[in-house]
């Protein structure tokens, strides 16, 4: 059973960091683009950033570039979210999403309907 599993969320105060990771079971990464997410209340998913299989390809949303990391660690079958200088608009559930089908993989994966999805983290920025 393919599941994901996201955690590293949390309350921080505005230009803290936190660290979201995506933890696999079920199956392998190598072979998935994973997607991260994120909802705030009253507002539409957005896409936030996205990975390639191989880790060489990394896209971010506008509103995320700069200040958010993506990378992967497939012999731990886990992606990461470096999260630096949060804003209180950051605040939402993130989700962490994977799909093996992202083929190309562009810019408009952001915007992709993934194949699997994980539960959600909560992530709020307020001080």
């Known amino acids: 059973q393919v599941q994901l599993v996201e955690s590293g969320g949390g309350l921080v105060q505005p230009g803290g960091s936190l660290r979201l990771s995506c933890a696999a079971s079920?199956?392998?990464?190598?072979?998935?683009?994973i997607g991260w997410f994120r909802q705030a209340p009253g507002k539409e998913r957005e896409g936030v950033s996205c990975?390639?299989?191989?880790?060489?390809?990394?896209y971010y949303a506008d509103s995320v570039k700069g200040r958010f990391t993506i990378s992967r660690d497939n012999a731990k079958n886990t992606v990461y979210l470096q999260m630096n200088s949060l804003k209180p608009e950051d605040t939402a559930v993130y989700y962490c999403?994977?799909?093996?089908?992202?083929?190309?993989?562009?810019?408009?994966?952001?915007?992709?309907?993934?194949?699997?999805w994980g539960q959600g983290t909560q992530v709020t920025v307020s001080s």
């Open positions: 079920g199956f392998t990464l190598d072979y998935y683009a």
């Open positions: 990975i390639s299989s191989s880790g060489g390809n990394t």
């Open positions: 999403a994977a799909d093996e089908s992202m083929s190309p993989f562009t810019i408009a994966t952001l915007y992709a309907d993934f194949g699997s």
